[in-house]
């Protein structure tokens, strides 16, 4: 069975699209697949079974990207081809069967939108494979010792941030005596490119207790990390999905996001948002490239008891 699975560009989405990938190669055994997906995602998908490319759809002009996926897909007949961007190039592959995203459910949650692409009854959960390397290398970077809370304190925009005091504070109760891992290590992740937004909260954190992966690893390397930690919280973002995927108890923080449709996915997870509702966060002209945090109604008070309850309920299933 050949498979060409084209997935989002944004690492979020992709990583959401993994459990319908994950389903496949578990019910076909014998599949080969492509993957199609955007630069920032395509690290997800190196430890694949049975992988035989990945193509990286670099953003071209006219849409030219669509152009060259074609031109590299078109001398093959595919047993399947599951279009999560439904891109009109796709209907033009030599196919037996092609599945792609409809407009309808709209107001789900986007991992069961995914499932209806190929009209699963259960929901895949999202899934990622990892290699040896980056399991070494989680090994030796979250190594054995006291628990890790892990922190996700950034985001692709700022008005999805909780601020760095919030984090703090917080990581001080969960950490401390009376806390949900007493004695604890705290695990910082995000990109390179936000190092400048987690250093506030890096440098509130005794240098031996903090474990500092900011920009640091790739994609698979921190969901090996994650994995290895005890509970996650963060911002709404691919790193929240992330470590939901890794297995780990997930706390994502919302507020000019809708938790509806991208709270994380599994028993182990949960959310908290703002005071605020959704509909009435935004303020006028708000611009999401130059808005201040738009999360400050969401308190400490609120994030621990968030925490607390789903430890609580991770404790219980257990």
Not at 216 to 222: F, R, S
Request: with cysteine.
């Amino acid at each position: 069975m050949k498979l060409l699975f084209v997935t989002s560009t944004r690492v979020g989405d992709a990583i959401l699209s993994t459990g319908l990938l994950h389903k496949l190669i578990r019910d076909n055994p014998d599949v080969r697949v492509t993957i199609a997906c955007g630069p920032a995602a395509a690290q997800l998908f190196e430890a694949v079974p049975n992988l035989d490319r990945i193509i990286v759809l670099d953003k071209m002009l006219f849409s030219l990207h669509w152009l060259r996926l074609w031109l590299l897909c078109v001398g093959s007949l595919w047993d399947l081809v599951v279009d999560l961007r439904n891109a009109p190039v796709t209907y033009l592959l030599l196919r037996r069967k092609r599945r792609g995203m409809t407009r309808e459910g709209g107001d789900q949650r986007r991992v069961q939108r995914l499932a209806r692409v190929l009209d699963f009854e259960d929901v895949p959960a999202p899934h990622l494979w990892t290699n040896p390397v980056t399991d070494e290398a989680a090994r030796r970077l979250v190594s054995d010792g006291p628990p890790v809370l892990a922190i996700g304190p950034t985001a692709n925009w700022r008005a999805k941030t909780w601020r760095p005091d919030h984090f703090a504070e917080l990581i001080g109760r969960l950490t401390g005596p009376g806390g949900i891992l007493p004695g604890g290590r705290v695990a910082i992740f995000g990109r390179d490119d936000e190092r400048p937004m987690a250093l506030r909260l890096i440098d509130e954190i005794p240098g031996e207790r903090c474990i500092d992966l900011v920009g640091k690893l790739d994609l698979l390397t921190v969901y090996a990390c994650l994995a290895r930690c005890d509970f996650y919280v963060g911002n709404d973002s691919g790193l929240m999905h992330l470590a939901a995927a890794s297995g780990l108890p997930t706390l994502g923080l919302f507020g000019p996001t809708q938790e509806a449709l991208y709270a994380p996915w599994g028993e182990h997870t949960g959310i908290v948002r703002t005071k605020i509702p959704f509909e009435e966060i935004f303020p006028a002209e708000f611009d999401h490239r130059t808005s201040d945090s738009l999360m400050d109604s969401l308190t400490v008070d609120m994030a621990e008891q968030g925490v607390r309850d789903l430890w609580r309920r991770c404790q219980e299933a257990a």
